[in-house]
């Protein structure tokens, strides 16, 4: 364990220090005030909006890493800590951990970008933002929409990164078209089979939004089915009754389907590190 923790702060230490790493942070927090400030135009349409924001967020975080252990290896760092009594899998998940870390870290930062703007709203915002033509939601909705739609992609998104960039050597753009690939192909191909067996490959759950959003939408009351359809600004009451309906179906009821995505690319994720500890440890044997 000594070792690990060696390697988990050192990768710490390096991550927190490359000025990426705060760009990526300043994008999440757009993407929150961007999630919140949609929701209020739109509450009816809040687990679309939700969904949208952080697919954007997770797949930038996932470009972002991945070349941890070949940056050692250029640096001749590797070289160092590997000539010591540090074991592979805890150089391996030192390094696939504290990532991991910084980056849920960087995701979370939509929270606070979006738990404000929907507190204070923006009736004319420029012209990429939302008006605030509903009542604020409060935060649990962002949050649980986060534990459910972040976490996940981001622990897989950082294990298929370090994977690839490793298997190749360093070469990142296999492991950036892959990752563009698992996340764009189902958004494309999305209607084709939202709710089926094929959603289960869909990492960033945008496949499901739409079988999602259709049955918190049939669930609504007689006086709110009229606004869903048209989209029309809604009077004070009407938007009071359509936030108190949603905040009661955030998170919605989520199918089957979903729950076994989240245990797959969870599993998916271990296996993609264990892969990468035997590599390295090939590599440490000089294979």
Not at 2 to 24: D, P, Q, T
Not at 98 to 110: E, P
Request: glycine share 8%; proline share 5%; hydrophobic share 55%.
């Amino acid at each position: 364990m000594r070792g690990f923790w060696a390697v988990f702060r050192l990768e710490l230490r390096l991550l927190l220090r490359g000025w990426g790493i705060w760009i990526a942070g300043l994008v999440a927090v757009f993407f929150g005030v961007y999630e919140a400030s949609m929701v209020r135009e739109a509450t009816f349409d809040a687990w679309e909006q939700l969904t949208v924001a952080t697919f954007f967020v997770t797949l930038i975080l996932t470009l972002a890493t991945g070349d941890q252990i070949i940056r050692d290896r250029d640096r001749r760092v590797a070289d160092v800590l590997l000539s010591t009594q540090i074991a592979t899998q805890a150089y391996v998940w030192g390094k696939y951990l504290a990532a991991l870390a910084v980056f849920l870290g960087v995701a979370a930062l939509m929270l606070p970008g979006a738990i404000l703007m929907d507190h204070f709203g923006w009736r004319n915002p420029p012209l990429v933002l939302g008006h605030s033509l509903y009542p604020s939601l409060g935060p649990w909705p962002y949050v649980s929409a986060w534990l459910w739609l972040t976490v996940v992609p981001v622990v897989f998104g950082v294990a298929l990164s370090l994977a690839c960039v490793t298997l190749t050597r360093g070469l990142r753009v296999i492991s950036s078209l892959v990752a563009i690939v698992l996340w764009f192909g189902p958004a494309l191909f999305a209607s084709s089979y939202s709710g089926g067996p094929l959603s289960l490959l869909d990492v960033a759950g945008w496949s499901l939004y739409g079988s999602v959003t259709d049955a918190v939408a049939a669930s609504l009351p007689p006086s709110l089915q009229d606004i869903f359809r048209s989209g029309a600004s809604p009077t004070t009451g009407i938007a009071a009754q359509m936030v108190q309906f949603m905040t009661a179906h955030l998170p919605p009821e989520l199918p089957a389907i979903f729950i076994w995505n989240r245990v797959f690319f969870v599993a998916l994720a271990v296996l993609l590190v264990l892969l990468t500890v035997l590599r390295v440890r090939r590599q440490r044997r000089g294979a």
